[in-house]
């Protein structure tokens, strides 16, 4: 008896997911043809993701946008370039749907990186010179607004020294007082335009040094020194920044790579992005050491000229060395970060343990010579 009540119950059981199953098939048939359905539309555009956070949410802080891009180099001269300025436009408009204060683009913004000593590069280069991109540059000052008072990127310009000669690799902030008309004025090379100074590889046949060049941009939310890629990797430059020009963050802008190898063998320790690895430890590092912010934007993606993989890995990095948020190091991201407390967080390191002072302790200033000397010891 027990065995046909139980026969019984799975049939029945049987027929029900039969009919469950039939129900769901028709209803996924008619959904597909619903003409609603069908006029979905994809965008033209990919939109690249956007990652959002609050540092706190008072509104009288900086709100920032650090743009984690591919900047693109084709085989058609022209077309990455315009391609490159394109993107710029589209993703500052992006990030003003955030009201953002500052935007931040990657060093490189409109040409990509050199790839060969060649006649082809040095003419692409020529094409991209950000002095053969004043409209667009007008266009760019345009998008500034009460909420959006900054925008930056870095490009190669004529060096008004050699116009014949090697280019300068400048890092522009575009505020509403930059005169887009005469890039190469005095206003713009003392207050928005920082070039380059520590030039590795390949740079060195393209761009020279900025010398002894350093900018600080005054703000009501604090004071910011800038750097370019290679830059980093020099403490002298971050000292400074921050024992002389007495900056509360420094703005990284970069084209640092991430492929290399170190392996250790015999230890069984081995990575091949040793410089994706350098590029973490210095941001840190350098915000640690002297107590600032760093606020970082590096290229990310493959370029095919010259074999390059970008590391990526924008971000920000408080005083403390701790890493804030981070941008992704494969793919293409845009970052905002909402009313970050500059000087709060300076002031919060300062009062825990404050290393200038005891620096000059020992060490005093040759203010001429923006370095230190030792003092005398035990006689």
Not at 24 to 30: N, Q, R, S
Not at 37 to 47: I, M
Not at 199 to 223: A, H, N
């Amino acid at each position: 008896m027990t065995s046909k009540m139980g026969d019984k119950n799975r049939e029945a059981i049987q027929k029900q997911i039969f009919i469950i199953l039939n129900f769901l098939l028709i209803f996924f048939l008619v959904g597909c043809a619903q003409p609603n359905r069908s006029k979905v539309k994809v965008p033209e555009k990919a939109h690249i993701k956007v990652s959002e956070s609050w540092y706190s949410r008072d509104l009288r802080k900086i709100s920032i946008g650090i743009a984690n891009i591919q900047n693109h180099v084709s085989p058609t001269r022209t077309a990455s370039i315009d391609k490159n300025k394109q993107k710029l436009l589209n993703v500052i408009d992006e990030f003003k749907k955030y009201k953002v204060n500052m935007i931040l683009f990657p060093e490189f913004s409109l040409t990509g990186y050199f790839w060969k000593n060649s006649p082809e590069c040095w003419n692409y280069m020529r094409e991209g010179l950000t002095n053969n991109q004043l409209e667009w540059l007008a266009e760019v000052k345009s998008k500034l607004d009460a909420d959006l008072n900054f925008i930056i990127f870095n490009n190669i310009r004529l060096n008004p020294d050699k116009p014949d000669g090697k280019f300068l690799n400048s890092t522009f902030v575009i505020h509403k007082d930059f005169d887009v008309a005469k890039l190469n004025s005095k206003k713009n090379e003392q207050s928005y335009i920082y070039d380059k100074t520590f030039l590795p590889g390949i740079e060195k046949i393209f761009t020279t040094s900025g010398k002894d060049d350093s900018l600080v941009l005054d703000t009501k939310w604090g004071r910011f020194g800038f750097t370019t890629c290679y830059d980093m990797s020099f403490a002298q430059i971050y000292q400074e920044y921050a024992m002389f020009d007495q900056v509360d963050a420094i703005i990284e802008l970069a084209s640092w790579r991430g492929t290399s190898t170190r392996e250790y063998s015999a230890m069984n320790v081995r990575s091949d992005h040793y410089y994706g690895f350098i590029w973490d430890l210095m941001a840190s590092s350098q915000a640690a050491f002297n107590q600032i912010w760093i606020i970082a934007c590096n290229a990310v993606g493959k370029q095919k000229r010259g074999d390059y993989e970008f590391w990526g890995g924008s971000g920000v990095w408080a005083p403390s060395g701790m890493n804030l948020v981070q941008g992704a190091h494969v793919s293409e991201e845009l970052i905002v970060i909402h009313h970050v407390d500059i000087k709060g967080q300076t002031k919060f390191e300062y009062e825990d343990f404050h290393y200038y002072e005891d620096f000059i302790e020992i060490y005093k200033p040759i203010i001429d010579k923006r370095t230190h000397t030792r003092t005398s010891g035990k006689k």
